[in-house]
Nanobody, 116 residues
Framework: QVQLVESGGGLVQPGGSLKLSCASS????????MSWFRQPPGKEREWVAT????????TYSDSMKGRSTISRDNANNTGYLQMNSLKAGDTATYYC?????????WGQGTQVTVSS
């Protein structure tokens, strides 16, 4: 059974940092491209960052470039998104996404709230 479970969200003050995790099971994690998306309140889901199956070629949205780092640990079937210098506009539900082998998997999301 395929599972993706995000964690690490929470309430953080502006300027703070969070590291999100995406733990997977039920498929070969290291064969899939991993991305993070987010959905701000009342808005559509938007892409944040992507990393290749072996950890290469990380790319970032303009809004997160320079403030975030996407990474993965294939040995432990887990992906990460380190976010720094958080702003109120980063408030959203964050989702991890795995694509490969004709499949597309989503987690349930983790809430990030940036507020003083």
């Amino acid at each position: 059974q395929v599972q993706l479970v995000e964690s690490g969200g929470g309430l953080v003050q502006p300027g703070g940092s969070l590291k999100l995790s995406c733990a997977s099971s039920g498929f070969t994690f290291g064969s899939y491209t991993m991305s993070w998306f987010r959905q701000p309140p009342g808005k559509e889901r938007e892409w944040v960052a992507t990393i290749g199956p072996t950890g290469g070629s990380p790319t970032y949205s303009d809004s997160m470039k320079g403030r975030s780092t996407i990474s993965r640990d294939n040995a432990n079937n887990t992906g990460y998104l380190q976010m720094n210098s958080l702003k109120a506009g980063d408030t959203a539900t964050y989702y991890c996404n795995l694509v490969g082998a004709g499949s597309n998997f989503w987690g349930q999301g983790t809430q990030v709230t940036v507020s003083s």
